[in-house]
């Protein structure tokens, strides 16, 4: 059964930023994409970045490129989302999410297993 547990979520002021982790276990992580989502308040989920099997290939919500960083450690089965220069808008809990795909997506339907989020909160 594969588990995704986020963690690194926390407040923190406008232009700050905060490190996101996500540890994967129940399957072989280094096989598979992963995703990072966010839930703003009252807001539909909404895609992050995507992250490739290997490592190699990313793929950023315009909003968000330039600012966040997504990697990965296939040795610790850990992805993690570097988040720099935060604005109020980026408030949300924000999930990790794996499904089928080897490469990078941003479809929801694309990812079958979620974690359980973590709040960000950005004061302005």
């Known amino acids: 059964q594969v588990q995704l547990v986020e963690s690194g979520g926390g407040l923190v002021q406008a232009g700050g930023s905060l490190r996101l982790s996500c540890a994967a276990s129940?399957?072989?992580?280094?096989?598979?994409?992963m995703g990072w989502f966010r839930q703003p308040p009252g807001k539909e989920r909404e895609f992050v970045a995507s992250i490739n099997w290997s490592g190699r290939m990313k793929y950023y919500a315009d909003s968000v490129r330039g600012r966040f960083t997504i990697s990965r450690d296939n040795a610790k089965n850990t992805v993690y989302l570097q988040m720099n220069s935060l604005k109020s808008e980026d408030t949300a809990v924000y999930y990790c999410?794996?499904?089928?795909?080897?490469?990078?997506?941003?479809?929801?339907?694309?990812?079958?297993?979620w974690g359980q989020g973590t709040q960000v909160t950005v004061s302005s």
């Open positions: 129940g399957r072989t992580f280094s096989n598979y994409a």
């Open positions: 999410a794996t499904g089928s795909a080897t490469t990078v997506t941003n479809s929801v339907r694309e990812y079958e297993y």
